[in-house]
C-alpha cells in the first residue's frame, strides 16, 4: 500500500487529504457546547498534523491507538493560521508494511542505513578477542535476526525513533566506547560486544510491519529478559564459548539500565558494565531530547515539557 500524500505537501487549497499517517496523539474532549469531540496527532517521515474528529466518536474511537498507522478521511481546515485535518473517517491498517514502505512515516537518522552497516562491519573487523569475533559472525549469519538488528528502532516514542536506529544506537555506544576505553581504561572488545547486544532484545520485544510497536512477546518478557534469551541462543552456536564470557556479556545484557527501578535486575558490577550503562544513558537521553525538540517546541527558544525526562529543554543557536 503506497502513500501519496505527505504532511509537507499539504496546503490550504487542498479540499481533501485521504491517506495513511501515524497517530502520536489521541485524546477525547467535551466541547463549551458540550459535545464529544477528538483531539488527533498525525504525522509521517515529513512532518506532523493535528487531526479534529467531531462525528460518530463512539464509533471511531475505539479502532485505533497511538502509535498505530491509520488509514485517513479528511477535509483540510485552517484554524488559527495552522492547517488541521477534520477526520469523517479513520481506521487501522491491518495489512504489514515492507521496511522500505515504513520509512514513509518515521523520520530519517542522520546517517543513511548502508554507512550505518557499512561502520558496523568496520567496527567488528577490528575486534581482537576471538571468541567475541566468533559469537558476532554466529549473529551475522542469522539473517533474521540481522535484519531486524540494522531496521528496527531503537524505541517506539523516546529516542533513535526511525528505521534503523537500534543500530544507529548500538553503534554510537560502541564509537564512544572505545574513545573511553583509550582514556579510562577496560577491555574494548567487550566494551564493544556490549554495546553492539545490550538492546539486542528490542528486535523481538518490537515490530516495525503496521508502525513501530510493542509485540505481546515483548510486553510479557521485556527486552532485557528476550537479550539474554537471544545472547543464550547464539552462544550455543559457538563451540567452546567460554562461561566467564558468557556471564560477562549476560551481566552487561541485564544490568545496561543501571537500576532496578529503571528496569534491571542487577547493577552493574565490573568497569564495563558501568561504562555500557552509562553510554546507554547518555545517548538514548541525548537523541531523544533532540527528537523532541524538533516537532516540540513552545517558542524559538524552549521546548514543551518532556514528560518522561520531566523537563523543558533550551535551543542554543
Known amino acids: ?104 512515516f518515521y523520520p530519517a537518522g542522520d546517517r543513511d542505513r548502508e554507512s550505518l552497516e557499512k561502520e558496523y562491519g568496520e567496527i567488528v573487523r577490528a575486534m581482537g578477542n576471538p571468541w567475541l569475533t566468533k559469537l558476532l559472525a554466529a549473529f551475522h549469519e542469522d539473517v533474521q535476526l540481522r535484519k531486524r538488528f540494522f531496521s528496527y528502532p531503537a524505541s517506539t516514542t523516546v529516542h533513535h525513533v526511525y528505521v534503523g536506529g537500534l543500530l544507529d544506537h548500538s553503534l554510537c555506544m560502541a564509537r564512544m566506547g572505545m574513545a573511553a576505553v583509550s582514556i579510562i581504561g577496560g577491555d574494548r572488545d567487550i566494551v564493544i560486544a556490549g554495546s553492539i547486544l545490550h538492546d539486542i532484545g528490542k528486535t523481538q520485544e518490537l515490530d516495525i510491519t503496521r508502525g513501530f510497536r510493542f509485540t505481546d512477546r515483548g510486553r510479557l518478557l521485556g527486552h532485557i529478559t528476550l537479550g539474554v534469551m537471544i545472547l543464550e541462543d547464539l552462544i550455543r552456536r559457538v563451540d567452546g564459548f567460554p562461561k566467564e564470557l558468557t556471564d560477562i556479556l549476560t551481566h552487561i545484557v541485564v544490568s545496561h539500565h543501571g537500576l532496578e527501578e529503571w528496569g534491571s535486575p542487577k547493577k552493574p558490577m565490573f568497569p564495563e558494565a558501568i561504562i555500557v550503562h552509562h553510554l546507554d544513558n547518555l545517548d538514548s537521553k541525548v537523541k531523544g531530547v533532540r527528537e523532541h525538540m524538533k516537532d516540540n517546541m513552545a517558542d524559538e527558544r524552549w521546548s514543551d515539557y518532556h514528560r518522561l525526562y520531566e523537563a523543558k529543554y533550551y535551543k542554543i543557536d
Not at 499539504?10 to 469531540?37: A, C, H, M, P, W
Not at 498507522?69 to 487501522?92: A, E, F, G
Open 1 to 104: 500500500m503506497s502513500k501519496k500524500t505527505f504532511v509537507r505537501d499539504i496546503t490550504g487549497s487542498q479540499k481533501e487529504v485521504n491517506d495513511l499517517f501515524v497517530v502520536t496523539k489521541k485524546g477525547t474532549y467535551t466541547s463549551r457546547e458540550n459535545k464529544k469531540y477528538m483531539m488527533i496527532g498525525l504525522k509521517d517521515a515529513t512532518g506532523s498534523i493535528d487531526g479534529r474528529i467531531w462525528e460518530a466518536v463512539d464509533e471511531l474511537e475505539g479502532l485505533f491507538e497511538r502509535g498505530d498507522i491509520v488509514s485517513v478521511q479528511s477535509k483540510v481546515k485552517d484554524y488559527q493560521n495552522k492547517l488541521q485535518l477534520h477526520i469523517t473517517n479513520i481506521r487501522k491498517l491491518d495489512a504489514d508494511l515492507a521496511v522500505d514502505d515504513i520509512d514513509h
